[in-house]
């Protein structure tokens, strides 16, 4: 009887627009990460903007959890919407994260597939961007948000490539001495690698959303 009675009920509509929000702040991290990385802006500007919009991020991810709690009824289960924010918000967190060590490193320039990781994560984020507004209708985007996230998929395989390469030439340029060198490096390599996989959990998380509404 409760369950006939709930359908019935308008769902709320505002986790979409938080959603959406949040997939702006994402964006825009990975935009001030790639411009960091290929010195369109100062290290020190490109991490400032990183730190912003991370706690932006957490604004509303924090909006979303207040709202599952006392939203009576939701668009989909409350669980997979904690899940999901939570996913969005790992992304946002792992920018900050790589921000940090290039801080913390005190590193100045960046390799190539550093730089090309970079462009990447921004085209990770702006198709999350596009696939989190489809929600508002899942049978109609249905089919359109299966390829996007495939399309994510094979953005994260991308990543896995530039990393095994330019881990490897990191590895050929300190070899000889500057094991320091290859440890701090690797270590962005991890970071920034992370990123773009994050980027496809949110894809994971909406695929599953989308399955179990179909």
Same mark, same amino acid.
């Given at each position: 009887m409760l369950g006939w009675f709930q359908k019935l009920l308008p769902k709320e509509d505002k986790f979409f627009g938080l959603f959406e929000r949040h997939s702006v702040t994402l964006v825009a991290g990975a935009k001030a990460l790639d411009q960091l990385l290929s010195g369109t802006v100062p290290i020190e500007a490109g991490c400032a903007e990183i730190f912003a919009q991370e706690n932006l991020a957490d604004e509303i991810a924090g909006e979303v959890m207040l709202e599952t709690g006392r939203t009576f009824i939701t668009p989909f289960d409350r669980g997979d919407i904690e899940e999901l924010i939570g996913s969005m918000d790992d992304a946002i967190d792992q920018m900050q994260k790589t921000a940090k060590a290039i801080r913390l490193f005190e590193v100045e320039s960046f390799a190539p597939r550093m730089t090309e990781l970079g462009a990447v994560i921004v085209q990770a984020s702006e198709r999350v961007a596009v696939l989190l507004p489809m929600l508002r209708d899942i049978k109609k985007h249905a089919i359109a948000i299966g390829a996007l996230a495939k399309e994510i @998929? &094979? /953005?994260?395989?991308? %990543?896995?490539? !530039?990393?095994?390469? @330019?881990?490897?030439?990191? $590895? *050929?340029?300190?070899?000889?001495?500057? &094991?320091? @060198? $290859? /440890? =701090?490096?690797?270590?962005?390599?991890?970071? !920034?690698?992370?990123?773009?996989?994050? $980027?496809?959990?949110?894809? *994971?998380? =909406? %695929?599953?959303? =989308?399955?179990?509404?179909?």
């Open positions: @998929g &094979a /953005i994260e395989e991308r %990543s896995d490539e !530039l990393y095994d390469q @330019g881990l490897k030439e990191l $590895f *050929k340029a300190h070899r000889n001495a500057d &094991a320091m @060198g $290859f /440890i =701090v490096g690797a270590e962005i390599y991890d970071h !920034l690698e992370k990123v773009v996989d994050r $980027f496809e959990d949110v894809a *994971k998380r =909406v %695929s599953r959303i =989308v399955l179990e509404h179909l």
